[in-house]
């Protein structure tokens, strides 16, 4: 059974910082890429970083670069978004998922697997 459970979420203030995680299990992980997406109330969902477990390369969209890292610990099947300067706008429902043939990583469509998500509230 593939799962993907992401974990991490919280309050926090303006400028401070969170990590998420995302363990996955049930399919061969270094075989996929990696995804955080986030949906804020009443917006459409949207993706906001991804690496490939095989090479390590990433994707990170325009309104995290410099502020979000992601990172994989593919030994533990793991995949870690580290937020930084964290910004009320950030605040969302955190979501991982897994592609096998991700060509852009920023649309839903190319991923396989969803995890449940994660809320993340940035107070200012």
């Known amino acids: 059974e593939v799962q993907l459970q992401a974990f991490g979420g919280g309050l926090v203030q303006a400028g401070g910082s969170l990590r998420l995680s995302c363990a996955a299990s049930g399919f061969t992980f270094d075989d996929y890429a990696i995804g955080w997406f986030r949906q804020a109330p009443g917006k459409e969902r949207e993706g906001v970083s991804c690496?490939?477990?095989?090479?390590?390369?990433?994707y990170y969209a325009d309104s995290v670069k410099g502020r979000f890292t992601i990172s994989s610990d593919n030994a533990k099947n793991t995949v870690y978004l580290q937020m930084n300067s964290l910004k009320p706008e950030d605040t969302a429902v955190y979501y991982c998922a897994a592609g096998y043939s991700v060509l852009r990583p920023g649309r839903e469509y190319e991923y396989d697997y969803w995890g449940q998500g994660t809320q993340v509230t940035v107070s200012s």
């Open positions: 690496i490939n477990s095989s090479d390590g390369s990433t």
